[in-house]
């Protein structure tokens, strides 16, 4: 099925429509118009360019600052993780940041790191049996997803006010500028049959780009510190390689991603063992399919098995062992850099590949190195009972997220004074 999917990925890039707005739930040309402008303005807002790695550095420094504060208290390192991830999604399409005692904002966060576990369930579930969309209350959350979603329009409307009422299509600040000055364009068009561009598109694309950028960056994050744990050797090691290339005080940048190659397979090694997205997003056929002697009748919800792919013992050697080190085909140098990542060339595609590729896949990628390198520079992640190390069973919704776990936070001036 997955050489099937690159040659012709066109024939599963459908969606079972379910909300008919924005870009993850739907298909069709309403979906090619809005995935085209979303990844046009994410290109101009520099994606691999300078404006994100400022939101990243300025987060990345305020997520330490947070770690920092806490190392003596239990520490709810999610919670911190969702925040500082949030954050970056702010700048990006709100081009502001939000204070991690803004309630409204915290609030906004956390439903969506919710909304992860239900949607999971229930598009999974809905995908195989279409009929339990239409049953009431909360059986599938959909109640909880649909009180998320009113406090989500309201936090939307009024950064919707205020960049159109500031708003100058000459010099656009942010992702809804880009997005507004589009609108504004196509509503001078004759044909209003084309105009797909409104409000309620841009709140759609607002919330998928929430929705699926802040839960998974940030679950990958923790996976990786839980890892960490599991592995003090590979916690080390990357200490060791960031000590030598930046010592303690320099913070990491993207330009170090080539220097410090066993922290890039340290990552990678996340993303397969991990799987923080088993099963993608639910695709449907396009048409009628042949599929090894069977038919897949047009509109068939097909799942992706990313799990299947990354934990194949014919492709990954003791798949079930974290090892960066497979990553690396010589000390210095990263088998699949993380910019190679989900080509068509590679059985490695934690963002998927096709026509219907994670949007966010270079930005997660700088996330992930700068937010995860930082944390490692500063400081040491030890189990909270030296006896026991946390579970590695995770729960499985849109997102495979790790248990609930405590640990415990040395700075690593200290550990170097001791
Ligand atoms: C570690 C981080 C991430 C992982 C592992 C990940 C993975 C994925 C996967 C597996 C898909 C499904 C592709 C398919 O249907 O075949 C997807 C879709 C998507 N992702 Fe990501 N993603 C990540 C971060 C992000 C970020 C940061 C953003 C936003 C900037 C984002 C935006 C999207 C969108 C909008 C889609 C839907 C694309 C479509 O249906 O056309 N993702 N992602």
Not at 169 to 187: A, G, I
Not at 314 to 321: C, E, L, R, T, Y
Request: with cysteine; net charge negative.
């Amino acid at each position: 099925m997955g050489s099937q999917l690159l040659v012709t990925a066109q024939l599963y890039a459908g969606q079972n429509k379910r909300w008919g707005e924005g870009v993850i739930f739907t298909s069709g040309a309403s979906w090619k118009k809005q995935r085209k402008l979303a990844v046009n303005c994410l290109q101009e807002l520099g994606f691999g360019r300078s404006s994100f790695k400022v939101y990243i550095a300025d987060e990345a420094k305020i997520l330490i600052e947070l770690i920092e504060q806490n190392t003596e208290a239990s520490l709810n390192l999610k919670d911190i993780l969702v925040m500082c991830v949030s954050n970056v999604m702010c700048g990006i399409v709100f081009g502001r940041r939000f204070s991690h005692e803004d309630k409204q904002f915290l609030e906004v966060a956390a439903n969506f790191s919710e909304d992860a576990k239900y949607i999971g369930h229930a598009s999974i579930l809905m995908n195989c049996f279409p009929f339990l969309q239409y049953l009431p209350g909360y059986l599938l959350r959909t109640k909880t997803i649909l009180e998320h979603k009113n406090v989500f329009d309201k936090f939307y409307e009024d950064l919707y006010e205020s960049h159109q009422s500031t708003l100058d299509v000459n010099y656009p600040r942010d992702f809804m500028d880009l997005y507004l000055t589009e609108m504004e364009k196509n509503s001078t068009l004759p044909d209003k049959e084309e105009i797909t561009y409104s409000k309620n598109q841009l709140k759609a694309l607002v919330g998928d780009l929430f929705g699926a950028g802040t839960e998974t960056t940030s679950t990958t994050l923790l996976w990786a510190i839980l890892y960490l744990l599991h592995y003090p050797d590979v916690q080390e090691k990357c200490f060791d390689e960031i000590q030598t290339v930046l010592g303690l005080e320099r913070f990491p940048s993207l330009d170090d991603r080539s220097h410090i190659p066993y922290c890039e397979a340290t990552i990678l090694e996340t993303l397969r063992i991990t799987v923080v997205a088993p099963l993608a997003v639910p695709h449907a056929t396009t048409i009628d399919v042949y599929f090894r002697g069977f038919r897949i009748p047009k509109e068939s919800s097909i799942l992706i098995n990313l799990d299947s792919i990354f934990h194949d013992s014919d492709i990954f050697n003791d798949q079930g062992v974290f090892s960066p080190k497979r990553f690396l085909d010589s000390p210095h140098h990263v088998k699949f850099p993380l910019d190679a990542i989900s080509s068509p060339y590679t059985t490695f595609i934690p963002f998927s590949c096709g026509t219907r590729v994670c949007i966010g896949e270079k930005v997660a990628q700088m996330k992930l190195f700068i937010f995860l390198t930082s944390m490692i520079q500063k400081f040491q992640f030890l189990p909270f009972d030296p006896c026991h190390s946390p579970d590695l069973e995770g729960n499985l919704g849109i997102v495979y997220t790790p248990p609930c776990f405590q640990v415990q936070i040395v700075r690593r001036q200290d550990v170097k004074s001791n």
